[in-house]
């Protein structure tokens, strides 16, 4: 039976989040994945509306503040919506859902909402926004150092798998603070077979602290699907996106009759030359020659001297294999430990 999937994005709803919607929209839709976790919190316990919607007005971005200040809610349409984590910003934490009583329990809104999340194994992870060192971050957080300025998401392993989401502080000594957490990834990630991430370096060891995390709750790595290098991810108003064409390779490349698939086949050593085909053509059909944003799937240089850079995959051993030239070629390219 399919699983579920989990989008953390860090994109702003209505400018970067057509992809994040469309790669939710696309997986359900072929019925590769049965639902989103953020969808499933409503059978927690919670009563009769979902945890996150009978807090909705305590966690989302309040208008009236000058800075971004919480949780936004992005809509392809009226069925494929998620929550985005662009605006927790400056004036998010010392908000009653979000300030910090504790390290520990009592947990607050904002706290008490993402266990419910991470509460529900997952199929596939995707992890949307800048990222650098395995940390993902938001538009809304500065771009100078530290570039986490505001919030940002960390994984880490402390006996466990967990993350937390934390950000910097000149009054602090260390300079680090942490905004939320930490949350237990035990559960959500025992089996993440896909990893996606929507931002840099994905595709290189800045993906390591995640991709570890994933395996020490499963037993085993993940598949992940990204690029190498620093890019732009595309725009909504760009109207090119990758995700209906990337489900729709692994659908058909998936056994068993329409309808009634599943992902077990990412853990089948005889699928993995085609598995990696399906984000390499995916990427190379939607970004053309001509695409503002070829650079995802591969570029020599940008007019910021970015190149090379292209797309990238990790396969579960974690070798590395890269676009390396204009003409489409894949060449493993590197090793994780």
Known sequence: MPG?????????????????????EAAIRLKLISGDAMDETGQNNDGPKPYFDAHRQELLH???KRGPSGVDVASLNASTKLVTLNRLGPHTWGRSAYARTSLGPPRN????????????????????????GSLVWGAQQSETAPY??????????????????HAYDAKLPNGDAQRAGPFDLSTAL???????????????????????????????????????GVHAMPRDADAEFVSPGLWTRLEALAPGSAGSKNLDFLDDAGFEE???????EALNAAFGPKSIRRHLFYSDKSSKS????????????????????????????????
Do not use: M
């Not at 505001?150 to 402390?158: T, V």
């Open 190 to 228: 025992r089996t993440c077979r896909l990893l996606v991430v929507l931002g840099c370096n994905g595709a290189t060891g800045h993906i390591t602290a995640w991709r570890n995390v994933i395996k020490k709750a499963r037993g085993r790595a993940p598949w992940i699907f990204s690029f190498y």
């Open 62 to 64: 309040d208008p009236k």
């Open 306 to 337: 970015r190149g090379p850079r292209g797309a990238g995959v990790v396969d579960p051993s974690g070798r590395i294999f890269k676009v390396v030239n204009s003409a489409g070629t894949v060449k493993e390219d590197g090793q994780l430990p």
């Open 274 to 280: 085609r598995i990696r085909a399906c984000w390499f």
């Open 4 to 24: 579920k999937l989990l989008i953390l994005t860090y994109h702003g709803a209505g400018a970067l989040t057509g992809e994040d919607l469309r790669f939710k």
């Open 148 to 165: 986490y300025q505001h919030s940002a998401l960390r994984p880490f392993l402390n006996g466990r798998p967990q993350a937390d989401i």
């Open 109 to 132: 809104v904002f706290e008490t909402w993402l266990d419910k999340v991470f509460a529900i194994p997952i199929e596939v992870l995707v992890l949307a926004g800048h990222h650098s």
